[in-house]
């Protein structure tokens, strides 16, 4: 029996030595005979197992849904305040008060500096003096023109001193006028030593505390903008400014009515909308883009002049279209796919195209009916016609976690299935409509049971996967033995 067994498993193989004993004389054909002894023993392993069949992969699918969607375009721009404001001197002199505390609201022609004003009031009188004068000697010179216009007619003077004094007169008018001239410049000199503000809004940091000396040539003593309403300006490329204008006619909607939405660095949505009120006339040469501007009303100052903010522009009214989930896309050299479910459960490649996003769901323009089943999880371990197990995923509970079907399958499912008895896969057809709360504890211990007892499987599954490989590698092992011993008795003969 144990011979027959071992010709079963491999032929037989007559030893170097009895090769020696039938032939003592021919050393030269013990070489082809080890040769061919190493051969044969070489493929006498064991017949390689069959590979196991792989379960279907686990995936999260999705149906696909139909909502309204608004066609949007998104861009990212700059607040701009309506009018800002550099506050400068425009006479010299000492600060000597400042009116205002550092971002504060003020009101239109509110003094916000004051410099010292001693040196303008007194150039101000002085020139109030030298009008005084020049009116003076306007009087004593149309006086001696009238004497001299008498003494004319009596022949008592000449033509000549008369016009003389007919000029005196028009020499001492002028000097009126030059002297209020001059009067009228140190009152303003006089008024700049008041700066105050020309438009009503917030003002900022003062650059110049009280005491310093400023001058037109110190800069700005502090900047003041206006904040309501406010602008928010962004650049658009000629190819997305033609596209916005013919999606706006075919929709039959007017460009000027276009709604903007504006977006707070923290993700939330402002309250306050605006409208289109300006596009440039020019292009920008070097990202041929158009700035465009729209008017937003901001009564709380919550938009701040510099500030970046994303806009949405919506084009028209909503229209309904078949969503999913953006997390299905992807993308190749060929453009955007998503998988879907067939009716034999396998994963098949789906071309589609996308519009405008919704939340965390992207439009579908083409491509995915209503009620397709979209894989959104366990995308990586799909590959094209290979069957899948797709689950739906799972509403949030009261912790706000969300399990997903994927994640159920492989808990409470796979192995564990194959541990637990038949009966326990029958619906109920008899007892509540509605479960208590010890049924579901009870549910739930038989769920904990076949988990624990597909983990014991497993274990088992693995111990019997180790013996086997000890058992292949100790054959291995006795197998390279011999022939070893086989090599070297060859050698010595």
Same mark, same amino acid.
């Given at each position: 029996?144990?011979q027959?067994?071992?010709?079963?498993?491999c032929?037989?193989? *007559?030893?170097?030595?009895?090769? $020696?004993?039938?032939?003592?004389?021919? $050393?030269? $054909?013990?070489?082809?005979?080890?040769?061919?002894?190493?051969l044969?023993? =070489?493929?006498?392993?064991?017949?390689?197992?069959?590979?196991?069949?792989?379960?279907?992969?686990?995936?999260?699918?999705q149906?696909? *849904?139909?909502?309204?969607?608004e066609?949007?375009?998104?861009?990212?721009?700059?607040?701009?305040a !309506?009018? &800002?404001?550099?506050?400068?001197?425009?006479?010299?002199?000492?600060? &000597?008060?400042?009116?205002?505390?550092? =971002?504060?609201?003020?009101?239109?022609?509110q003094?916000?500096?004051?410099?010292?004003?001693?040196?303008?009031?007194?150039?101000?009188?002085?020139?109030?003096?030298?009008?005084?004068?020049?009116?003076?000697?306007?009087?004593?010179? /149309?006086a001696?023109?009238?004497?001299?216009? %008498?003494?004319?007619?009596?022949?008592?003077?000449?033509?000549?001193?008369?016009?003389?004094?007919?000029?005196?007169?028009?020499?001492?008018?002028?000097?009126?006028?030059?002297?209020?001239?001059?009067?009228?410049?140190?009152?303003?000199?006089? #008024?700049?030593?008041q700066i105050?503000?020309?438009?009503? =809004?917030?003002? #900022?940091?003062?650059n110049?505390?009280?005491?310093?000396l400023?001058?037109?040539?110190? =800069?700005?003593?502090?900047?003041?903008? /206006?904040?309501?309403? !406010?602008?928010?300006?962004?650049?658009?490329?000629? $190819?997305?400014?033609?596209?916005?204008?013919? +999606?706006?006619?075919?929709?039959?909607?007017?460009?000027?009515?276009?709604?903007?939405l504006? %977006?707070?660095?923290?993700?939330?949505?402002?309250?306050?909308s605006?409208?289109?009120?300006?596009?440039?006339?020019?292009?920008?040469?070097?990202?041929?883009?158009?700035?465009?501007?729209?008017?937003?009303?901001?009564?709380?100052?919550?938009? !701040?002049?510099?500030q970046?903010?994303?806009?949405?522009?919506?084009?028209?009214?909503?229209?309904?279209?078949?969503?999913?989930?953006?997390?299905?896309?992807?993308?190749d050299?060929?453009?955007?796919?998503?998988f879907?479910?067939?009716?034999?459960?396998?994963?098949?490649?789906?071309?589609?195209?996308? #519009?405008?996003?919704k939340?965390?769901?992207?439009?579908?323009?083409?491509?995915?009916?209503?009620?397709?089943?979209?894989?959104? +999880?366990? !995308?990586?371990?799909?590959?094209? #016609?290979?069957?899948?197990?797709?689950?739906?995923?799972?509403?949030?509970?009261?912790?706000?976690?969300? %399990?997903?079907?994927?994640?159920?399958?492989?808990?409470?499912?796979?192995?564990?299935?194959?541990?637990?008895? &038949?009966?326990?896969?029958?619906?109920?057809?008899?007892?509540?409509?509605?479960?208590?709360?010890? *049924?579901?504890?009870?549910?739930?211990?038989?769920s904990?049971?076949?988990?624990?007892?597909? &983990?014991?499987?497993?274990?088992k599954?693995?111990? %019997?996967?180790?013996?086997?490989?000890?058992?292949?590698?100790?054959?291995?092992?006795?197998?390279?033995?011999? +022939?070893?011993?086989?090599?070297? +008795?060859?050698?010595?003969?």
């Amino acid at each position: 029996m144990r011979q027959a067994a071992r010709a079963t498993d491999c032929p037989t193989i *007559t030893p170097v030595a009895m090769l $020696r004993h039938h032939h003592p004389r021919s $050393r030269w $054909r013990l070489l082809p005979a080890a040769v061919l002894l190493g051969l044969v023993l =070489g493929g006498c392993g064991k017949p390689e197992a069959p590979p196991t069949a792989t379960a279907p992969p686990s995936v999260v699918a999705q149906a696909a *849904t139909t909502e309204l969607v608004e066609d949007e375009a998104d861009f990212v721009g700059r607040v701009v305040a !309506i009018n &800002k404001v550099e506050l400068r001197a425009r006479v010299e002199g000492f600060l &000597k008060e400042r009116r205002f505390k550092e =971002g504060d609201r003020v009101e239109k022609n509110q003094v916000l500096f004051l410099i010292e004003p001693d040196q303008y009031e007194a150039i101000v009188e002085q020139r109030l003096a030298d009008v005084a004068s020049a009116k003076a000697s306007e009087l004593n010179a /149309s006086a001696q023109l009238k004497r001299g216009q %008498e003494l004319l007619a009596s022949k008592n003077i000449a033509q000549s001193k008369v016009d003389e004094l007919q000029a005196a007169e028009s020499v001492a008018q002028a000097s009126i006028q030059q002297a209020q001239a001059a009067l009228n410049a140190a009152e303003l000199n006089l #008024g700049y030593t008041q700066i105050t503000a020309p438009v009503a =809004g917030r003002i #900022g940091l003062a650059n110049y505390t009280v005491g310093n000396l400023v001058s037109p040539s110190s =800069g700005p003593l502090a900047t003041l903008v /206006s904040q309501n309403p !406010i602008y928010v300006q962004f650049p658009v490329t000629q $190819r997305e400014l033609l596209e916005a204008r013919r +999606e706006i006619e075919n929709r039959g909607g007017n460009p000027e009515q276009i709604k903007v939405l504006v %977006e707070l660095p923290d993700g939330n949505q402002y309250e306050h909308s605006g409208q289109l009120n300006f596009v440039d006339v020019t292009t920008n040469e070097t990202t041929d883009s158009v700035t465009l501007r729209a008017e937003i009303a901001n009564p709380d100052g919550i938009l !701040i002049d510099g500030q970046f903010v994303n806009l949405k522009l919506a084009l028209g009214d909503p229209d309904a279209s078949v969503v999913v989930p953006q997390a299905a896309l992807q993308v190749d050299q060929q453009g955007i796919y998503i998988f879907v479910v067939d009716q034999d459960n396998k994963a098949q490649v789906r071309r589609i195209q996308t #519009g405008p996003t919704k939340g965390a769901n992207v439009a579908v323009t083409k491509g995915l009916k209503e009620g397709e089943l979209v894989i959104v +999880e366990g !995308i990586q371990k799909v590959r094209p #016609g290979q069957p899948v197990k797709a689950s739906p995923p799972r509403a949030l509970d009261n912790s706000g976690f969300a %399990e997903t079907g994927a994640d159920a399958n492989q808990d409470a499912g796979g192995d564990a299935s194959k541990g637990a008895p &038949k009966d326990a896969s029958k619906p109920a057809t008899t007892g509540a409509s509605k479960p208590s709360v010890g *049924t579901l504890n009870a549910t739930a211990g038989d769920s904990d049971a076949q988990t624990d007892s597909a &983990k014991d499987a497993d274990d088992k599954q693995d111990q %019997e996967t180790q013996n086997n490989q000890n058992k292949q590698d100790d054959q291995g092992k006795q197998d390279g033995q011999a +022939e070893r011993e086989q090599n070297s +008795e060859a050698n010595a003969l």
